[in-house]
């Protein structure tokens, strides 16, 4: 038996003028993996194996071949460049409502995307119906396309453009989610920001963790897998006006509007990022923060907090590409009256971290949408 993380399939693309590691569940004492003629051996310990891959040659239409009690091939392998995308629905947001997208050309450029399971939970993955999550998408028709974050989808294409590698796209991203469930609690335990986790755990405290997990499980939104099919934000990211804005709001029961379990201090980053991390990248291309204007003048210190979190997954200082939130008026019952002081801290955590760069997209924004509908 061989079994890998579920990032390493068919259609991959691994990171490009680096070794990249290889992990998963085996039989037996070893494995060994080859690829493009190379060969490497990994020792199999207590059922686990972690196996580096030497630095590749770029292209594609490699096959992947771990030999050990059995034999796995994983095929149309690329070697080029992978970023990981992450954020709330401006990064979540899916190429299909871009107001371009009729005019992509699938297969113009060798782009693929990987799609993080939206989950809180692993037991998510056996309730729900994920089979669109957790496998590359190679961008070569618009179906494919219509599910590829679109902002990593634009830059995936200027970096195509620039080096003539192949793009691989990781998509670990949730709509409404604020920083703190993508970051290590113990980040911000010692700064203002704690003031979230105080907030959060003040706001559960009447129900036990594992109240909070049932409820999350057997509630149907919880249900992630197949967002195409919600009709609810599919009418609202493709854009509506101010007065059906408004005749949603007052129809909307106040459920909606109650802390979920998704919020909990570092769940999404257990969840969800460990679930990729630490598969080789090049960056990561943040776009977060519209959640967090409740309390704007503690951003500076949960993107720190995130920042942190991640390049510990990693071990390594990946540079850091964060799309400082763009301008509008009011969308539902949010208005932009925050927005220039997050935007603020945005701007001192780059000026302040290594490798962190920010992106202005002043130039980008809608009236009445916090989703600029031009990626």
């Given at each position: 038996m061989i079994q890998l993380n579920r990032i390493f399939s068919d259609g991959m693309v691994l990171q490009g003028g680096r070794e990249n590691r290889v992990w998963g569940e085996a039989d037996g004492a070893s494995v060994t993996l080859h690829i493009q003629g190379k060969a490497v051996t990994a020792p199999v310990i207590d059922g686990r194996f972690?196996?580096?891959?030497?630095?590749?040659?770029?292209?594609?239409?490699?096959?992947?071949?771990?030999?050990?009690?059995?034999?796995l091939l994983?095929?149309?392998?690329?070697?080029?460049?992978?970023?990981?995308?992450?954020?709330?629905?401006?990064?979540?947001?899916?190429?299909?409502?871009?107001?371009?997208?009729?005019?992509?050309?699938?297969?113009?450029?060798?782009?693929?995307?990987?799609?993080?399971?939206?989950i809180a939970d692993p037991e998510a993955l056996?309730?729900?119906?994920?089979?669109?999550?957790?496998?590359?998408?190679?961008?070569?028709?618009?179906?494919?396309?219509?599910?590829?974050?679109?902002?990593?989808?634009?830059?995936?294409?200027?970096?195509?453009?620039?080096?003539?590698?192949?793009?691989?796209?990781?998509?670990c991203s949730w709509g409404a989610t604020a920083a703190l469930p993508w970051l290590d609690p113990a980040t911000i335990q010692n700064t203002p920001a704690k003031q979230w986790i105080e907030e959060y755990e003040a706001g559960t405290c009447e129900k036990t963790p594992e109240q909070l997990r049932e409820e999350y499980l057997e509630n149907p939104p919880s249900n992630r897998g197949r967002l195409f099919d919600d009709t609810f934000n599919n009418r609202l990211l493709y854009g509506?006006?101010?007065?059906?804005?408004?005749?949603?709001?007052?129809?909307?029961?106040?459920?909606?509007?109650t802390m979920p379990y998704q919020d909990a201090p570092g769940i999404l980053y257990r969840n969800m990022l460990l679930r990729v991390a630490p598969y080789g990248i090049k960056g990561v291309f943040w776009y977060q923060g519209e959640t967090d204007t409740i309390h704007p003048e503690l951003?500076?210190?949960?993107?720190?907090?995130?920042?942190?979190?991640?390049?510990?997954?990693?071990?390594?200082?990946?540079?850091?590409?964060?799309?400082?939130?763009?301008?509008?008026?009011?969308?539902?019952?949010?208005?932009?009256?925050?927005?220039?002081?997050?935007r603020d801290m945005q701007e001192q955590v780059a000026d302040a971290l290594p490798g962190v760069y920010l992106i202005s997209t002043m130039d980008c924004g809608m009236r009445w949408d916090l989703h600029a509908k031009g990626k």
């Amino acid at each position: 038996m061989i079994q890998l993380n579920r990032i390493f399939s068919d259609g991959m693309v691994l990171q490009g003028g680096r070794e990249n590691r290889v992990w998963g569940e085996a039989d037996g004492a070893s494995v060994t993996l080859h690829i493009q003629g190379k060969a490497v051996t990994a020792p199999v310990i207590d059922g686990r194996f972690s196996a580096w891959l030497p630095i590749l040659d770029y292209g594609d239409g490699f096959t992947l071949e771990i030999r050990g009690t059995e034999t796995l091939l994983i095929r149309d392998v690329a070697v080029g460049e992978v970023w990981l995308c992450g954020g709330q629905s401006n990064m979540e947001f899916q190429l299909r409502f871009d107001r371009d997208f009729a005019s992509r050309q699938p297969g113009a450029w060798d782009i693929r995307c990987f799609g993080v399971a939206q989950i809180a939970d692993p037991e998510a993955l056996s309730r729900f119906d994920y089979s669109q999550w957790d496998f590359w998408r190679r961008g070569d028709t618009m179906e494919n396309l219509s599910h590829f974050t679109a902002v990593g989808y634009y830059a995936a294409v200027e970096l195509a453009r620039k080096t003539g590698h192949t793009i691989g796209l990781i998509n670990c991203s949730w709509g409404a989610t604020a920083a703190l469930p993508w970051l290590d609690p113990a980040t911000i335990q010692n700064t203002p920001a704690k003031q979230w986790i105080e907030e959060y755990e003040a706001g559960t405290c009447e129900k036990t963790p594992e109240q909070l997990r049932e409820e999350y499980l057997e509630n149907p939104p919880s249900n992630r897998g197949r967002l195409f099919d919600d009709t609810f934000n599919n009418r609202l990211l493709y854009g509506i006006g101010p007065q059906e804005q408004e005749a949603l709001m007052r129809g909307m029961p106040a459920a909606v509007f109650t802390m979920p379990y998704q919020d909990a201090p570092g769940i999404l980053y257990r969840n969800m990022l460990l679930r990729v991390a630490p598969y080789g990248i090049k960056g990561v291309f943040w776009y977060q923060g519209e959640t967090d204007t409740i309390h704007p003048e503690l951003y500076g210190d949960m993107l720190s907090g995130v920042i942190n979190t991640w390049r510990g997954a990693w071990e390594e200082e990946l540079p850091f590409f964060v799309v400082q939130l763009t301008s509008f008026e009011h969308w539902l019952m949010i208005d932009g009256e925050q927005y220039p002081q997050l935007r603020d801290m945005q701007e001192q955590v780059a000026d302040a971290l290594p490798g962190v760069y920010l992106i202005s997209t002043m130039d980008c924004g809608m009236r009445w949408d916090l989703h600029a509908k031009g990626k």
